[in-house]
């Protein structure tokens, strides 16, 4: 009997057990690996960090529940560095079941902020610092049309108040007003920005995707 022969026949408990030990040793002994930083992920933190104060940032998110635990972590990052930074947020998504954890992740960064804040200028005010517009079908159509006019796609936002009662949605008509975006992706929908918004209209984008999910990155 060769060793894959072996392997096959190899009682099940052990491998149960082989498993739980590589799950425990870590963990008793606190073992720490060093974290390397890939180029990718620098040249996401560094161009949300080197934008001016105060410039709008449009996030989508296109993933639901069997992406969020490699994407809500991402999303949290990114709104806490766009927070720190006093960046405006827009939230939208292309994936209708995706967007209450868009909800979720800006209720919870903007209530951290919040309990720190000494002043109402420190504190992070829905409608003023960020906004959540939420889905509207025909992705291709909405990609194309907010590059002329948000008001053509989103007359209300997720809570279902008209957009032009929200004060940073004033400073908002089109792609010319956006000074990045960032897709957090579970399917195709970041090539999809990527053509649409960034080759046709100039968008500069930034994309985060689940780790079987391959996109064609644009400078």
Known sequence: MNFFEKVVNLDRRFIYLMLGLVVIIPIIFRLALP????????????????????????ISIDYDASSEPELQPMLLSVLRQCFTKRHKVVLLGQWALGLPFGEIGLNTVSREFNQR???????????????????????????VGLGREFRDFFAVDYRGTPVDQL????????????????GLEAGQAGDEWIQYAGARYGLKIVIGSTGVVEITSQN
């Open 167 to 182: 004060p940073l949605m004033t400073r908002i008509r089109n792609y010319n007003d956006i000074d990045l975006l960032v």
């Open 117 to 143: 804040a000494t002043s109402n200028a420190d504190s992070l005010i829905y409608g003023r610092d960020f906004v959540n517009l939420g889905y509207r079908p025909g992705y291709r159509a909405l990609m």
């Open 35 to 58: 974290i390397r930083v890939s180029e990718p992920v620098r040249a996401a933190y560094e161009t949300i960090e080197n934008l001016p104060e105060g410039s709008i940032i449009m």
